[in-house]
């Protein structure tokens, strides 16, 4: 069975969210091709970490852009 961008994409989101207890404000999450694209607000840049840690966990070998804007 094959995972769809569409699933990927939600289990991305879920993973990021998960990792990062649900404070990515505005998360959005861009699969193109065989890269990842993180999007959103973080308070800090640890979570802004944490979230690419989540993503990594379900593809670990993607090329990841962190586009999360510290504020």
């Known amino acids: 069975m094959s995972t769809t961008a569409p699933n990927l994409n939600e289990l991305l989101r879920q993973r990021v969210s998960k990792w990062t207890?649900?404070?990515?404000?505005?998360l959005a999450v861009e699969i193109d091709g065989s890269r990842v694209i993180l999007r959103g607000q973080a308070k800090s840049f640890h979570i802004k970490q944490l979230a690419q840690r989540g993503a990594q966990e379900v593809l670990p070998n993607a090329k990841l852009e962190n586009a999360i804007v510290v504020e």
Request: hydrophobic share 15%.
């Open 21 to 26: 207890s649900r404070r990515i404000q505005n």
